[in-house]
């Protein structure tokens, strides 16, 4: 038997049946499906089949499930919904009434003989629902329902808590993760499992272990007590054969000051492999050490098997923000290339603690940029050179895990967005091959000292806390990413202004912990342009602050990209790419840009590639799909084998978020979620649009 047909018989397609998409990544997280309807010879006939607005505003990050021919998705404002998968016709929706600016990737699905539920999220709630009427399933939780914020060991009023990313389902188990607050304080990344019945708690496992847990020597005593993340939020994978759960963790909070958390911080930045049934840790490997840089696991692991030293093994992919993949072995954890620890730098901060060396995998070669070098500069335009090479002489640029300094700003490449991104990578099991799309731009910034603000000014007090590591102490931000507050209590009324710092809007995460005196004043001194007005009495509320969200000594000096006086990335293209890797050999099959700027590629620039946000699907027929893509909102089809381009389409929106295909009545279709939050310059909106070929007549 030849080498791909046993792949393919070791990690079949996504479900019993092909023509359904029933889990959030497809089965094993491979973002794979059998159809082959639509085939590299007939692509460029795919029209559009249906199109369903979702909504004027907001994000729009879904990828959608199909289960008994009907699609199940979000709308711009979180509500769920149900569509005729044919026709994209509305069936049915829910909408819990709440208000989040969270984005929401996905929903989770279980059913036996017994019963069925569609899980889906808003907020810090996740809800049951009956699949074919969309009501609450009232014997779930409280009125069908739970709250992520309780089980945790905190008050759940002084945490932050949002299910952005769908949990798996293994048996009778719902398990999640979730997004929390990346300052002071932070909820405790523990993962729970869930009975999908009732809703209670079956298991947690602590991911800021407990004395006596393996992993609590590589934190501070107290550390379960106070520390905050090392969180899921990207999502997990399970093997069910074998009842292995895989997860992925972020980073502990503060993400680029640890001087209060010393250790290696298990099982932060880590791949843990868990009991599915009780929670119980079978191995883990850790991919940052104390990490300094918020390299968390930004994508779920994906379930692979490969032919290795002459066998066939079951192994998961996991790639990272720095562009490096991880490919271990599912039962052991055993790497399947070698990984060498590598001295790093040590850091000039006082006080702060860092790992003498970093993880770096050998092969397979990592898929992004590593270490900006001059020779890297832009050459669009002399000017452009010019100014970037002027930046770059004034900067610190040494490759991965370089400690931010207070000196001079420290270049960090890939950025901040990676890399790999949440939307995950594509596995096509016939060959081994793995596909992974990637943003290639450098990034930078610096530690500040925070200075303590005036005594009683509770506004100053609290924005320094939770809102200036992202904003800047000057409230300048880094625009368009991280908007600028300056002034923004002419844009904003003061209640939309509270009701973004409690639910949180695109990339931010919610406060809803920051209320009361602490939320009156916060908003006050954001409305009155960085003025708190008198407090009148504020001693109690500047002790609950000093209590609940002490600041860290440091904060960074914005998240900045490294870009050009035009506002392009400062270094050569690509900007962004797909790659294909050969997990059988840890060998690249192909790589090429992914997106354009249309401004440049008008210009003859049009090969650059772009920023890109959400993931491929590849089908057996050979083809991979993609949007991603922010600035020219393309749908693309490419041979899977070559990475040629076979066919694109404009969206109305740009396509951040992982398309799904399935079939009803046997004809396939492709669809995608499409949103403008990512480019605010360009048209805004959301909508799913799904794609087929020309019914035949």
Known sequence: MATGMLLLAACSGNGPNPGEWKTYGGENGQRFSRLSQINPGNVAQLTQAWRFDAGAQGGLQTSPLVIDNILYGYGADQSAFALDAATGKLLWRFNSGLTSGQPVRGMSYWSDRTGRSLFVSSLNFVYALDPKTGKPVQSFGQGGRIDLREGLDRDPDDVAVFATTPGVVYNDLLIMGFRTSENAPAAPGTIRAYDVRTGKIRWAFHTIPYPGEKGHETWPADAYRTAGASNNWAGMAVDEKRGILFVPTGSPVFDFFGGDRKGDNLFSNSLVALNAANGKRLWHFQAVHHDLWDRD????????????????????????????????????????????????????????????????????????????????????????????????????????????????????????????????????????????????VPWYTRLVRNVQSPAGDVGAQVYQANCSACHGPDRKGSPPEIPALVGVGSRLFPHEIRMVIANGRGRMPGFPQVAGAQLAALTAFLVNNGKSPPSGGGGREVAAIGQAAKPAPYTIGGYNKFIDQDGYPAVTPPWGTLNAIDLNSGKYLWRVPLGQYPELAAKGMGNTGSENYGGPVVTASGLLFIGATIYDRKFRAFDSRTGKLLWETQLPYAGTATPVTYSVNGRQFLVIATSGSRNPAGPQGAAYVAFALPKSR
């Open 297 to 440: 696991f930004p994508s779920p692991p994906t379930l692979v098997t490969v032919r290795h030293e002459g066998r066939m093994v079951d192994a998961v992919a996991q790639t990272s923000k720095q562009g490096f993949i991880f490919v271990l072995d599912r039962a052991t954890g055993k790497s399947l290339f070698p990984i060498e620890e590598r001295a790093v730098p040590a850091s000039d901060v006082p006080c702060e603690f860092t790992s003498p060396t970093q993880p770096f995998p050998v092969l397979p070669e990592p898929f992004a940029r590593q270490r900006l070098t001059r020779d890297m500069l832009t050459r669009r335009t002399p000017g452009a050179h010019a100014a970037a090479l002027a930046k770059f002489r004034t900067m610190r640029s040494e490759g991965q895990f370089v400690p931010f300094s207070t000196e001079r700003d420290t270049v960090i490449f890939p950025g901040f967005d990676g890399g790999a991104e949440w939307g995950g990578s594509a596995f096509d099991p016939r060959h081994g091959i793995l596909y992974v799309n990637a943003n290639d």
